[in-house]
Structure formats: structure tokens, C-alpha cells
């Protein structure tokens, strides 16, 4: 199960923390990926990481703004997004690959999805 979290309201140019929990298995074991879903929009990928092939970023979400990394003590993957833009309203949500376990920007290819946490962004 993933539960995410540390959305809310922001500024323009402001930052968020997300946090991705997982439970009932150590997410170690797969690929964790962050996507993301504005009103009217398709579901796009944001970053994912997993212990084999590190961090990845997706077209849309540049390093110089979105960062994923992860705690494994705490079981749990986060996504800091800073210089917050109205354009990165959206619902955001975690997912796990557990089949190929590896990062995908691919959403059908992910099993395990949590409730996904709201980020809004106010001019």
C-alpha cells in the first residue's frame, strides 16, 4: 500500500515536499514512481527512482526543479518540487512497478497506486 502526502496550497515560487509511505512491502524492491494529473489533462510522469537504476526525470519536470529521493529506514520515496509554477497544479500520486521493477514513464505498467495528494499553485 502507498499513501502520499504534503501536497496543499503554495505561492508561485514557493516549495513542496511530497512524501510517498509505503507498507506491507519494502519499496527497495521496485521502481517508485511520482505522476502527476492537472484538470482535463492525461496522467504524465514526473521523476522515479529505484535501487537499480537510480533517479530519472521525465520531459516536463526538470532536475533544476524536481528532485526524488528516497529513505529507506522510513520506507518512504519523497519528491521536493521547488520554484513552484500554476502550471504544476495538479494531483500527484505514487505508484510502484513490481513486475519489471523498473522506472517507466509508462503509468499502465505501475500495480500499486496511492491516493494521491492535491498541489495548488496560486499566482
Known amino acids: 500500500q502507498l499513501q502520499a502526502s504534503g501536497g496543499g496550497l503554495v505561492q508561485a515560487g514557493g516549495s513542496l515536499r511530497l512524501s510517498c509511505a509505503a507498507s506491507?512491502?519494502?519499496?527497495?524492491?521496485?521502481?517508485i514512481g511520482w505522476f502527476r494529473q492537472a484538470p482535463g489533462k492525461e496522467r504524465e510522469g514526473v521523476a522515479c527512482?529505484?535501487?537499480?537504476?537510480?533517479?530519472?526525470y521525465y520531459p516536463g519536470s526538470p532536475r533544476t526543479r524536481f528532485t526524488i529521493t528516497s529513505d529507506s529506514a522510513k520506507n518512504t520515496v519523497y519528491l521536493q518540487v521547488d520554484s513552484l509554477k500554476p502550471e504544476d497544479t495538479a494531483v500527484y500520486y505514487c505508484?510502484?512497478?513490481?513486475?519489471?521493477?523498473?522506472?517507466?514513464?509508462?503509468?499502465?505498467?505501475?500495480?500499486?497506486w496511492g491516493r494521491g495528494t492535491q498541489v495548488t499553485v496560486s499566482s
Open positions: 505508484a510502484a512497478e513490481t513486475f519489471n521493477r523498473v522506472c517507466t514513464q509508462r503509468s499502465e505498467l505501475y500495480d500499486y
Open positions: 506491507g512491502f519494502t519499496f527497495d524492491d521496485y521502481a
Open positions: 527512482i529505484s535501487s537499480s537504476f537510480g533517479s530519472r
